[in-house]
T-cell receptor, first 112, second 115 residues
Framework: GDSVTQMEGPVTLSEEAFLTINCTYT??????LFWYVQYPGEGLQLLLK?????DKGSNKGFEATYRKETTSFHLEKGSVQVSDSAVYFC???????????FGKGTKLTVNP | DVKVTQSSRYLVKRTGEKVFLECVQD?????MFWYRQDPGLGLRLIYF???????EKGDIPEGYSVSREKKERFSLILESASTNQTSMYLC??????????????FGPGTRLTVL
């Protein structure tokens, strides 16, 4: 069935390092794609999204490009900060549905 | 400012108890969701409501029921709590719109422990 797969964590980086968290999906058609972030002790919040192929979502220095040909939506940031330490979730929605399917989450720790 | 609140941050209950988790949103959203979050499993949808008194089962509805009597409030009910329902429960809400999902706004979560 349809699903989303993101890289296993945890990921530990030093401040100012480059970040990539991979996300791929298996779904027919043109799903909408999302990255949500969960800071310690909080609920999830939307980080960025893309609704059609080749769209690039961006926010707070993070970027992700909707790649239809590789069914991917990898999250990147050029220079991470300690405050980026959180759990990141990739998600998609299929066929105009209101419901989201989430990946398992990737925990990122950034050390000073 | 957008706000989704959940009635408790931490809850401890005993096996067999009836448990109510409450969620309230102040954004006049049509859609409301209950998820459970477990390590290594991510978020899994328990139930979804798209209007008052309307509900739809998610991926793991067994052992749970829901109630939505008012637009702003969505309750998750564990009829007879069991230890395998120990988890973090997250509520979310969103506007209903055609053409795809709107942003979901999440509450801070309720960590439920069933002894």
């Amino acid at each position: 069935g349809d699903s989303v797969t993101q890289m296993e964590g945890p990921v530990t980086l030093s401040e100012e390092a480059f970040l990539t968290i991979n996300c791929t999906y298996t779904a027919t058609g043109y799903p909408s794609l999302f990255w949500y972030v969960q800071y310690p002790g909080e609920g999830l919040q939307l980080l960025l999204k893309a609704t059609k192929a080749d769209d690039k979502g961006s926010n707070k220095g993070f970027e992700a490009t909707y790649r239809k040909e590789t069914t991917s939506f990898h999250l990147e940031k050029g220079s991470v900060q300690v405050s980026d330490s959180a759990v990141y979730f990739c998600a998609y929605s299929q066929g105009g549905s209101e419901k989201l399917v989430f990946g398992k989450g990737t925990k990122l720790t950034v050390n000073p | 400012d957008v706000k989704v609140t959940q009635s408790s941050r931490y809850l401890v209950k005993r096996t067999g108890e009836k448990v109510f988790l409450e969620c309230v949103q102040d954004m006049d959203h049509e859609n409301m969701f209950w998820y459970r979050q477990d390590p290594g499993l991510g978020l899994r949808l328990i139930y979804f409501s798209y209007d008052v008194k309307m509900k739809e089962k998610g991926d793991i509805p067994e052992g749970y029921s829901v109630s939505r009597e008012k637009k702003e409030r969505f309750s998750l009910i564990l009829e007879s709590a069991s230890t395998n329902q120990t988890s973090m429960y997250l509520c979310a809400s969103s506007f209903a719109r055609t053409g795809g999902p709107d942003t979901q706004y999440f509450g801070p979560g309720t960590r439920l422990t069933v002894l």
